[in-house]
């Protein structure tokens, strides 16, 4: 084997070598992004249960703020079957007059 057959099989051992090893970093940043698309994703489904969740309570506060108004303003009548409507409605249940 000459020198320059020798020098080329060393060349072409680098070459795999890199090779190889430029594969594994490409299959390791590969694995980076799409663990760092997942985790976007997952962030952005909680933002959008976060902002359905805060729909929900402000249409829960806006139904609750609707009740006592007009809970005040019954306040102290008797409505059917001799129920009494007290101001002091919590909004989560009626209060009957027997306590």
């Known amino acids: 084997m000459t ?10 051992a680098q070459a795999r070598i890199f090779s190889g090893q430029l594969n594994a970093e490409i299959d390791i940043i590969t694995a980076r992004i799409e663990t760092v698309d997942a985790l976007t994703e997952c ?3 909680a933002h959008r ?3 359905r969740l805060r729909a929900v309570a402000a249409a829960r506060r806006a139904v609750r703020r609707c009740t006592n108004a007009s809970m005040r303003s019954c306040s102290g009548r008797s409505g059917p079957a001799g129920v009494t409507i ?4 919590s909004g989560d249940r009626l209060q009957d007059g027997a306590e």
């Open 49 to 51: 249960l976060t902002e």
């Open 43 to 45: 962030a952005r489904r």
């Open 86 to 89: 007290r101001s002091g409605f």
């Open 3 to 12: 020198f320059e057959a020798m020098a080329d099989d060393s060349d072409a």
